[in-house]
Each structure stands twice: as C-alpha cells, then as structure tokens.
C-alpha cells in the first residue's frame, strides 16, 4: 500500500503508539484525521504532526470511541475535512489491573466499551467510505495479550482477543473488496497504558507495586519502533502483525503449548 497522499483516520491519537503512527504516517505524506478524548494530547500530536510535514491536512477530532453517537456522526465530519478515507487504525484503548473477582460489571463493560465496541463502531462507521477508496486498509490494535492470557487480566484480555476475532472474521467477508484487514499484536511498548490502568477496588498494594515495576521492566520499545513495524506491515498488507521480539516469542510459544505456555512465561515474569 502506498501511502503517500492517502487519509488515515488514528484513534487515540493524543499519546503513545497513536501520535507515534500519525507521526509516522505524516512523514510518508499521509493526510491525517486524529481522533482521542484527550483534547490537549490531541493538540499535541496535531501540531507534532505538521511541523513534520509542510503542506499535509491535519484535522482533530476530540471524540471517546465508547459514546456510538459520537462515532457515527464522525465519518461525515472528517469527509469535510479529508475528502476521502483510505486506512482506519483503531488504536484507542484502556486497562483495567485486578483479578476477575475484584473486577466490577461496570468496570468490565466500561473496559469492553473503548478496546472492544469502539473498534466495532469506528469499523461500522467508516466502512462505506473506505470501500469507495480504490486501496483502502482497516488495521486494528489488540495485544500479546490477544495471543496470551495471563492471571489478573481477564477484561484487558478479553477485550483483545475479541479484536484479533472480529479482525480476522472480517478480512475474511472482505476478501476480493478493495479494503483489507491487519490486525496488530504490540508486546512491550512503552506508554503509559499501565500506569494510566483503573486499578479495582481491593487489589493489594504490594501486589500493585509489582505490577507497576513488571511493566516498567517489560514495556522498554519505544513508541516510534512499534509505529515504524506497523506502518511497514500495512505498507507490506500483513494480515497479522506482531511489534517486537517478544510477541514474536509468544506468538511462538502459544502454539507450541497453547494450554501449557503460561508455567514456561509466568517464572520469568515473577523473577
């Protein structure tokens, strides 16, 4: 896919992974129409992005992927200001720290709501304009995590898990359109996405020290790597992309033991 002149369309576009692909993105001549709920990291990443690249369209657009009404009103909006729609990356997403059982229904649905019904709605949302593109690309974050299952992660994990299904359910009914489906499993990334987690209610402090020390030593990519390997997946129109040599191990590891990988990692990541 050539993505010079085309129009992406990035949620969660204010930190992270999402202004690392707009910034990417930008120095390949994308057009950009940025998405987040984050109204100054949004601005951020909009004014990052065209100081990056004279004479490219940045539009952004403060939206929270969880509010449907929102979402479907957007399309027509970023039409106005693009023209066109040819790559959607749904990116955003949350964490929730906590076992099943301390975790509440809202908490779960709240988590399901952004990682999973958003990447829904903005696939429902922009499908009609990305299939009149002549080369279009739909491209959808999940995680390690959607290859894996660790304890304490049951909603994070669920969430992802139903991405990489709905992605790969929807490549296959859109084979031989012009709009093709990457789905993209990152391992350790480093943003704030675990320090910014809604811890539930009851988890012990010690525990939630580790947890934070675990991420610190396991997110070490940095945000621009993971951007350039996605990009570079789209460019190649890679079905599955994993970020880093860490998804490459686990992607491995979980078909080797798909029920008995987790007494091989889990060691290492208690040590």
């Not at 949620?11 to 910034?23: Q, V, W, Y």
Request: charged letters at 20%.
């Amino acid at each position: 896919m050539n993505l010079d002149g085309r129009v992406a369309v990035i949620t969660g576009a204010g930190s992270g992974i999402g202004r690392a692909l707009a910034l990417c993105l930008a120095r390949r001549s994308c057009h950009l129409a940025l998405a987040d709920i984050d109204e100054k990291g949004l601005a951020q990443t909009q004014a990052q992005a065209q100081a990056n690249a004279a004479g490219l369209r940045v539009s952004a657009h403060l939206l929270n992927v969880a509010n449907r009404e929102a979402v479907a009103a957007l399309p027509a909006v970023v039409l106005k200001a693009q023209g066109r729609v040819d790559l959607l990356i749904n990116n955003a997403g949350v964490a929730l720290a906590g076992n099943f059982e301390l975790v509440s229904e809202a908490d779960f649905e709240w988590l399901m709501e952004i990682n999973f019904y958003g990447v829904v709605r903005m696939t429902r949302a922009f499908l009609a304009a990305l299939r009149t593109s002549d080369d279009a690309c739909i491209v959808n974050i999940s995680s390690v995590f959607g290859l894996i299952s660790p304890p304490g992660q049951c909603a994070y994990s669920a969430s992802k898990f139903a991405v990489r299904g709905f992605s790969n359910a929807l490549r296959h009914e859109l084979a031989g359109t012009r709009v093709s489906v990457s789905v993209v499993h990152p391992g350790g990334v480093a943003t704030n996405i675990a320090r910014d987690a809604r811890i539930a209610p009851g988890v012990p402090a010690d525990e939630l020290r580790h947890r934070l020390d675990l991420a610190g030593k396991l997110l070490r990519m940095p945000p621009e790597r993971a951007a350039e390997i996605i990009v570079r997946g789209v460019e190649k129109r890679r079905p599955r992309i994993l970020v880093g040599r860490d998804a490459l191990m686990i992607s491995l590891l979980e078909r080797l033991a798909p029920v008995g990988y987790w007494r091989v990692l889990a060691p290492r990541l208690q040590a």
